[in-house]
């Protein structure tokens, strides 16, 4: 039996697996970061349901999956320093932005890594040495080779193919230039202190710094992103104790953000796949943007968008969060 009260089964190169780690150690949560590799396997199959990495177990055995609602579980056993804005619309803003990261921010991050042949080779050698340490060195350029050639025909689970590439790397750049203008001035989204959805963005874009193609345009497109990067391995609250900044600060940058990301992109492209999924359909077309997104349906994000309506359904008063979902073209996703 472990000592220390949780720990987070996970790796590296997972984008989850890191967000919720920063978030414990963001809230001073003592854990133990164990790494999920052939060595760790059989405990973490003990406790796993599903077969994903974060995998949370409390010290009384409790197992729990999910980013989202680990973190949720964790802010409610211990609510300070508070990782949400304290009021509309940045609380809800921060939830969409998280969710937006989660599922959106993934794409960027799978599609970069395996879509040309120098991020593939460089993923698939960090991965070997971080899941298979001890495979031998001989036959580490087949291992990693084989795990390229199965991660390379399962990206079209976050909806990257020859259509979609030039959109989600065009949103790639057009997201990171809107975020450096917006960190340039503070150190993080929404003002001295990190909420849920630095964590969710951060996660897939310090996946993203690694890997050459996309670490490259962070490097040379966005300097404030790659310190905000940076700042959230080991994210600290800065400045006086007051939690968020107000909104009519934050918005000049932040409301063209929500709007492109959110507005033209994410949001319509959810509710297309949850159609989809809901109509039984093999494959689905959406006009996104002016373009033409096809893909096949995918499961987890039609529950989650579920989830994110749900959230918008119980803000109790909407008044100032309302004008800003109708302004930044969400409101019509969320409010069904
Ligand atoms: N919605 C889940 C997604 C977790 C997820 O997709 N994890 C990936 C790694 S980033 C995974 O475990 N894939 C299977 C594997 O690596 O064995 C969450 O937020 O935790």
């Not at 940058?253 to 297309?272: I, N, Q």
Request: hydrophobic share 40%; net charge negative.
């Amino acid at each position: 039996m472990s000592t220390t009260p949780y720990r987070v089964f996970g790796v590296e190169n997972s984008p989850f697996s890191v967000k919720v780690r920063s978030y414990f150690r963001y809230k001073g949560i003592p854990h133990e970061w164990i790494v999920r590799n052939i060595a760790t396997m059989p405990e973490y199959q003990k406790h796993a349901k599903l077969p994903i990495v974060p995998l949370v177990v409390a010290a009384d055995g409790t197992a729990m999956q999910d980013s989202t609602p680990i973190m949720e579980a964790l802010e409610a056993q211990f609510p300070e320093p508070s990782t949400h804005p304290e009021s509309e619309p940045n609380r809800f803003l921060s939830l969409l932005l998280e969710e937006f990261g989660d599922e959106w921010g993934n794409k960027w991050m799978l599609h970069y890594r395996w879509a040309r042949e120098a991020d593939q080779v460089a993923a698939s050698n960090r991965l070997v040495a971080e899941m298979m340490p001890d495979v031998p060195d001989a036959e580490r350029e087949e291992t990693a080779k084989g795990i390229a050639e199965r991660m390379v025909g399962r990206v079209w689970f976050v909806g990257s193919n020859e259509v979609t590439a030039a959109q989600i790397e065009d949103s790639y750049v057009e997201g990171l230039e809107m975020l450096e203008a917006h960190l340039s001035n503070r150190a993080y989204l929404f003002g001295d202190y990190p909420v849920f959805a630095d964590f969710g963005l951060w996660g897939q874009l310090y996946n993203c710094l690694v890997d050459p193609t996309p670490g490259g345009l962070l490097r040379e497109k966005a300097p404030s992103v790659v310190a905000w990067i940076e700042r959230m391995l080991e994210p600290k609250g800065e400045g006086p104790p007051v939690m968020t900044e107000s909104f009519e600060t934050l918005a000049p940058t932040l409301l063209p953000y929500v709007k492109r990301m959110c507005g033209d992109l994410f949001l319509p492209w959810s509710e297309a796949n949850a159609r989809a999924l809901a109509a039984g359909d093999e494959n689905y077309d959406v006009e996104l943007d002016g373009r033409t997104w096809t893909q096949k349906p995918v499961k987890y994000q039609a529950k989650s968008l579920g989830v994110i309506r749900e959230k918008y359904a119980a803000v109790v008063d909407k008044t100032a969060l309302d004008p800003v979902l109708e302004e930044t073209g969400c409101l019509r996703w969320l409010a069904t």
